[in-house]
């Protein structure tokens, strides 16, 4: 169905003529949709679970949603990446819940979903130049952060959303997703000296 360019709703992360062209049904601008975000989502859902199969059937089951669904959701989407990260911890909730055979939480409880992540500083960081005490201190100080704390990090500067969009994510305010980057931030400086907390944040910002 051809959709006119007054009805388009546009979005973050997707060029117009893209999204465009995947809500008239265009495989070629799905298959560039898939292309570009699908890495995100194995990676980010490698954080909640290690079972590549689940995850998997998780993301192809995202991607065959997001087309069979395009025209309902067209004008509900405002970022891309962001919806489909909602999409793929939605998917793996119920997958998990199966597979434990305990009821399903809901989207009210996607914050209790674990996010399992052990930083390292070296591989996450390869780009910069630190020393191995650094790096050592660096960890542990990233790794001593909750599991929230961790995923919000990981959202911001590896993924490199925006307030807006963690918030959508995490189904939080997007003052709520301000206020947890600032405690998170301030925990990495209560545990590091001057020098190490500036290293870190310089390179949080190069990465981001």
Not at 35 to 43: C, K, P, S, V
Not at 147 to 152: A, G, R, T
Not at 187 to 207: A, G, H, P, Q
């Amino acid at each position: 169905m051809s959709i006119s360019s007054h009805n388009v709703h546009r979005v973050e992360n997707t060029s117009d003529y893209t999204w465009q062209a995947f809500l008239r049904g265009d495989q070629d601008a799905f298959t560039q949709i898939y292309h570009q975000y699908a890495e995100n989502l194995f990676r980010f859902g490698r954080k909640f679970s290690v079972d590549e199969q689940l995850l998997d059937d998780a993301v192809q089951e995202v991607f065959v949603d997001l087309y069979l669904k395009r025209e309902k959701l067209a004008g509900n989407i405002k970022n891309i990446k962001a919806y489909l990260f909602v999409a793929l911890k939605n998917n793996l909730l119920k997958k998990l819940d199966k597979s434990r055979r305990i009821p399903t939480l809901g989207l009210d409880n996607f914050r209790e979903l674990n996010f399992e992540i052990e930083y390292d500083a070296q591989q996450n960081m390869i780009n910069f130049e630190i020393e191995e005490e650094t790096n050592v201190r660096l960890t542990q100080a990233i790794n001593q952060l909750s599991k929230k704390q961790k995923e919000i990090i990981y959202l911001k500067f590896e993924e490199e959303l925006d307030y807006p969009e963690i918030a959508e994510v995490l189904l939080i305010s997007v003052e709520s997703a301000r206020k947890q980057i600032y405690r998170a931030l301030k925990s990495l400086r209560e545990s590091l000296d001057s020098e190490e907390f500036t290293t870190l944040l310089y390179i949080f910002v190069k990465k981001s």
